[in-house]
């Protein structure tokens, strides 16, 4: 796609390609056992081939020249 995009003058992305999703966006205090609740009250709904490794809540500062991410928390889901 990228390819086909280039041709039409839309350049490459230079970046590391980092798989996210972005599951919610909040601007109140975030609420860690609620989400997880809802996470497991709904796990027969979620379809995935992905192994989700570690879990992170991101703070976004929007600027004029673009946001920047800060996170704020990141969660291991591996098992020891």
Same mark, same amino acid.
């Given at each position: ?5 280039? &041709?039409?003058?839309?350049?490459k /992305? =230079? ?6 999703? !972005?599951?919610?966006?909040n601007? +109140?205090?975030?609420n ?5 609740? &809802?996470?497991?009250?709904?796990? /027969? =709904?979620?379809i995935?081939?992905?192994?989700? !490794?570690?879990?992170?809540?991101? +703070?976004?500062?929007?600027t ?16 020891a």
């Amino acid at each position: 796609m990228e390819n086909t995009l280039e &041709k039409a003058g839309i350049a490459k /992305e =230079r970046r590391k390609f980092k798989p996210h999703i !972005t599951a919610a966006r909040n601007k +109140k205090p975030f609420n860690f056992k609620s989400f997880f609740k &809802k996470i497991d009250e709904n796990s /027969e =709904r979620f379809i995935s081939g992905l192994k989700v !490794t570690h879990f992170q809540v991101f +703070k976004s500062q929007l600027t004029p020249e673009g946001p920047i991410y800060s996170i704020l928390k990141e969660i291991s889901l591996v098992t020891a």
